[in-house]
């Protein structure tokens, strides 16, 4: 199997780099490659230059903005994103909810919804999870009744990233309590998230962050137009939607990027009269996970050429990328977190407590603030999309046969 790149995608890897670099402001790609996150302006606006040029929703269908690109075009796609640090296209609207839509909407729901979410003019977030329902989804409790023309909607989601931003959500909430099954008495539902009796809480991290959200429904009313495809059968866009979540998820060019960065701060750290680069012991380590990513990288186009052959079926073998792509991930914040050391601390918030000249920042260390936030952030990356664990069970039994 010939993994190299032919000329044309050569030629499409350069147009797509340097669009990414001269179209999205360098002041939003820095904040990026600094280990800061991008703001909802930062995103917004990134997103609205990519649509304005048709590469913000490139995986939807044509007539609807997407591109009909090979699955080798997609992966250059996402790996020049990022690993120019661009902020990725909103997941809710661009992954998640636009191809939810497209596939089982009316046209009245894709005319509506599907413009005004490539451009962010509304932003979306997902309402699957709930306190007693997260790998086992079907469990969930969350209830719509049927009322004349509307629904109404009672219960509670959680771990809703950036609810705090969003105009709209998409819930799965149980329809049939009498299903013979429990996936099917669940349908998929639009709420606006102006409705009265929607009530948004947020979990505060230990990053210091907030990014996840408990979002409360007592007596939500919702017009029974915002049901996307059949009543009871919303389980087949959950199943569809989740799909598309896992793709992507591996971030070769994001890791990428930040080994280089890693090395880069290595050769500015002092250790005694060299640096920490010059050390054989870190070297390795660096070493050792960039060889993981490599393996990674050409596993990932293993399954690309696998998916090609599979007339563009999702390969189950991407539940590999997802476990190895999340662990290289935390495994680069771990080895950030070694070079900056004790300097990792947030000391620049105690300045008062601390002794002179004690554990003062030395100049040039200013990227050691994000180091901590950064590696506390990233323990969610073996957890969401699916955990790690429920990708070895799918391994199990759709690669090994089990
Ligand atoms: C940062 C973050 C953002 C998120 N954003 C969203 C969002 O926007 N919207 C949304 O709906 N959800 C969101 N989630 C929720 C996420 O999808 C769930 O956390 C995830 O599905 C796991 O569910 P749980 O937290 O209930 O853990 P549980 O399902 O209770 O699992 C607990 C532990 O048991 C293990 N486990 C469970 N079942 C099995 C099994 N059958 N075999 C082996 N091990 C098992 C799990 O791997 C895990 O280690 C987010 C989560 C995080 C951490």
């Known amino acids: 199997m010939d993994l190299r790149y032919t000329p044309e995608e050569v030629?499409?890897?350069?147009?797509?780099?340097?669009?990414?670099?001269?179209?999205?402001?360098?002041?939003?790609?820095n904040k990026g490659a600094a280990g800061h996150h991008a703001t909802k302006q930062d995103m917004i606006t990134a997103q609205r230059?990519?649509?304005?040029?048709?590469?913000?929703?490139?995986?939807?269908?044509?007539?609807?903005?997407?591109?009909?690109?090979?699955?080798?075009?997609?992966?250059?796609?996402?790996?020049?994103?990022?690993?120019?640090?661009?902020?990725?296209?909103?997941?809710?609207?661009?992954?998640?909810?636009?191809?939810?839509?497209?596939?089982?909407?009316?046209?009245?729901?894709?005319?509506?919804?599907?413009?005004?979410?490539?451009?962010?003019?509304?932003?979306?977030?997902?309402?699957?999870?709930?306190?007693?329902?997260?790998?086992?989804?079907?469990?969930?409790?969350?209830?719509a009744v049927r009322d004349g023309d509307h629904y109404v909607i009672n219960g509670q989601k959680t771990w809703t990233t950036l609810a705090q931003y969003a105009d709209w959500i998409?819930?799965?909430?149980?329809?049939?309590?009498?299903?013979?099954?429990?996936?099917?008495?669940?349908?998929?539902?639009?709420?606006?998230?102006?409705?009265?009796?929607?009530?948004?809480?947020?979990?505060?991290?230990?990053?210091?962050g907030h990014e996840v959200n408990e979002v409360f429904f007592d007596d939500v009313r919702v017009p029974v137009g915002h049901l996307v495809g059949e009543e009871n059968r919303g389980w087949d866009c959950a199943k569809f939607l989740l799909a598309n979540e896992r793709s992507g998820i591996a971030r070769v060019g994001l890791s990428k990027a930040n080994i280089r960065r890693l090395r880069d701060l290595a050769r500015t750290v002092p250790s005694g009269d060299a640096t920490v680069w010059d050390s054989e012991s870190f070297r390795y380590k660096v070493?050792?996970?960039?060889?993981?990513?490599?393996?990674?990288?050409?596993t990932q186009l293993r399954v690309i050429a696998n998916e090609r052959k599979r007339g563009g079926l999702p390969d189950p073998a991407s539940s590999i990328l997802k476990i190895k792509g999340s662990e290289i991930q935390q495994r680069i914040t771990e080895l950030a977190l070694e070079l900056a050391g004790p300097f990792a601390l947030p000391y620049h918030d105690m300045e008062d407590e601390i002794p002179d000249g004690a554990n003062d920042l030395p100049d040039g260390f200013?990227?050691?603030?994000?180091?901590?936030?950064?590696?506390?952030?990233?323990?969610?990356?073996?957890?969401?999309?699916?955990?790690?664990?429920?990708?070895?069970?799918?391994?199990?039994?759709?690669?090994?046969?089990?």
């Open 11 to 29: 030629a499409f890897r350069d147009e797509m780099k340097t669009f990414f670099r001269e179209k999205i402001p360098a002041e939003i790609r």
């Open 49 to 143: 230059i990519m649509n304005q040029h048709g590469l913000a929703v490139t995986n939807w269908p044509v007539e609807w903005g997407g591109k009909d690109w090979t699955p080798m075009q997609r992966y250059i796609y996402t790996e020049e994103l990022m690993s120019n640090h661009v902020p990725a296209p909103l997941p809710f609207n661009v992954a998640m909810v636009g191809p939810v839509i497209a596939f089982f909407g009316t046209e009245e729901q894709k005319k509506h919804f599907l413009p005004r979410a490539a451009n962010i003019d509304d932003w979306w977030c997902q309402g699957f999870s709930e306190p007693g329902a997260g790998s086992d989804l079907a469990s969930l409790k969350t209830r």
């Open 170 to 208: 998409f819930v799965l909430a149980r329809t049939n309590p009498e299903a013979r099954k429990r996936q099917e008495g669940i349908s998929f539902i639009l709420v606006d998230m102006k409705t009265p009796g929607i009530t948004v809480r947020p979990i505060q991290l230990v990053d210091g």
């Open 287 to 298: 070493n050792e996970v960039e060889i993981d990513l490599k393996a990674l990288e050409i």
């Open 366 to 402: 200013d990227w050691a603030d994000t180091v901590a936030p950064s590696y506390f952030n990233n323990r969610k990356v073996t957890i969401y999309g699916g955990s790690n664990e429920i990708q070895r069970n799918i391994i199990a039994k759709m690669v090994l046969g089990f």
